[in-house]
């Protein structure tokens, strides 16, 4: 028997987003954000409070988002609880060093091994961040030998909303679009 547990934002898994921006001095800030997903082939939506995040993107009108993995769990978490408008060295102090993205007007973290380079579209009802990837960046160490990014190199985290747990995926169970064959 299923048991009613209300309104509440649980989808699993939940990717662990860091959205890196420029402040108005060129200095580099992140954030840990865990409500965001894919909308289409090349948009993303994340929802964000007010934070000194937020502010740059109005300014920038750009972002983007590194997807928090297993290796940097604890600054990933870290630049989630400290806030830049308080803590000045907040990502020297997450051991993050940032590079300025090609394509957009914002700071890419080179320690995380994949970014969304991200341009702002709208915001809708006050806090929903719309956005278009206009670049994927991938460490060549989390890559196959096609050249795609591969779960069996990357280790991303998820977020359990439900008992704010933080764990990694598992292993590989089937082939997307080709195992569902055998049900016709």
Known sequence: MKKN???APLVFPQPVLIIATYDENKKANAMNAAWGGIVGKDKIIIN???????DNIMK????????GDKEHMLSCDYVGIVSANNEPDKMEKAGFTTTKS???DAPVI????MALECELLNIIEGDMY???IVNVLADESILSNEGKITLNKFSPITYDTSESGYYTLGKRIGTAFKDG????
């Open 5 to 7: 547990l209300g309104v």
């Open 110 to 113: 080179n320690e995380l091994p």
């Open 181 to 184: 064959e055998r049900l016709k």
């Open 48 to 54: 964000l409070s007010a934070h000194k995040t937020t």
């Open 102 to 104: 090609k394509y957009v």
């Open 60 to 67: 920038r009108k750009a972002f983007t988002i590194s997807i």
């Open 130 to 132: 719309l956005a278009r």
